[in-house]
């Protein structure tokens, strides 16, 4: 068997899957980014700002930065995150990248493999493969992406599996695909994060040991009870001796809290456009402002907005700790889908500082 590769500097010493508290921050802080697309931008603009945002996030002592895979979505750039996460990883130096994440059901299990394989052999101790089993588009556009797979949602925990032996180049002798080989593949191949918005996810994670992730930001009320039958049903492995869980968070600090509800309210308008089938551009806050809302979108617009850390950033920094506390997670992941990357560049530094990130420790 090939050893492992000796540590590079960013990697010596430094766990792969349990996250780093910069500065005097209480807890690891990470970014999910969706290369969003503005009203009135491109999507070359809105992948150029998320290379900014990724170089802006390193230098402010975030964690981690993951992309997420999404589909026929005019305000989402990030549709295949393995090519998003290269570019990125030439761009920074010591930010953990990954994908927030891949959805597995649209793709062959060994695709998957060489594609995190290779961006594992390009930067090494920085990748993180984050899986998901939504197909992250509607169903049409699902069975395009699938064509010729047999296999959906229904089938993960075997996709997954096939994934890993893949990825470890351990498939048991008289098994079909015994013989072959994801190339390139590393030793130290990159952690595999199970992501979720339900119990699902949080079981199977708990049950192979692996580090979970869940969608608080689309899925507040399953927070807790996902995170305590993660817990409760945790089985030590090869990975992890103990649980150790993230969530996704969506937060916006401004200046005042009016300015931040303001902001944060163009994404909640995207959002309803998405949940009634009509996917578009992030829409200018302006536009968020006047749109005419009937009494059912106000009160969709009231209940997402009651779901996002938003305010000053002292205000800010106070609603992440207290739902860190209040859930236990090990590792919060902030997401600002918001128009006007001047606006998200802003609001992640204010957050970052409020939090302690950038603060020096003390002696």
Known sequence: ?????????????????????????????????????????????????????ARSAERLGYHRFWVAEHHGMPGVASSVPAVLLA????????????????????????SIAEQFGLLEALHPGRIDLGLGRAPGTDQATARALRRGLADGADDFPRQLAELTHFLDGDFPGGHPYARLEAVPRSAARPPIWLLGSSGFSAQLSARLGLPFAFAHHFSAAN?????????????????????????????????????ARWLARSAGLGMLRLRQGRPGPIPTPEEAAAHPYT????????SWLA???????????EGLEALRR???????????????HHNRLTSYRLIAEAYGLTAEASA
């Open 223 to 259: 927070t807790v009870p996902a995170l305590d039958l993660y817990r409760d049903t945790f089985c030590p492995s090869d990975v992890l001796a103990e649980p150790y869980a993230l969530i996704g968070v969506s937060a916006v600090a401004a200046e005042t809290t009016e300015r």
């Open 295 to 302: 009494p059912a979108e106000e009160d969709f617009m009231d």
């Open 87 to 110: 570019h990125l990883g030439a761009h920074t130096e010591t930010l953990r990248l990954g994908s927030g994440g891949v959805m597995l059901p649209n793709h062959a299990p060994l």
């Open 1 to 53: 068997m090939s050893t492992a590769p000796e540590p590079t500097d960013h990697q010596s010493g430094e766990d792969p899957i349990r996250g780093r508290a910069a500065g005097t921050a209480p807890a690891p802080l990470s970014v999910l980014d969706l290369a969003t697309v503005g009203a009135g931008h491109t999507a070359a603009e809105a992948l150029a700002a998320t290379t900014e945002l």
């Open 307 to 317: 779901n996002v850390v938003l305010g000053t950033p002292a205000e800010v920094a």
């Open 326 to 340: 209040r859930t236990g997670a090990d590792e919060l992941m902030v997401t600002s889908h918001i128009h006007g």
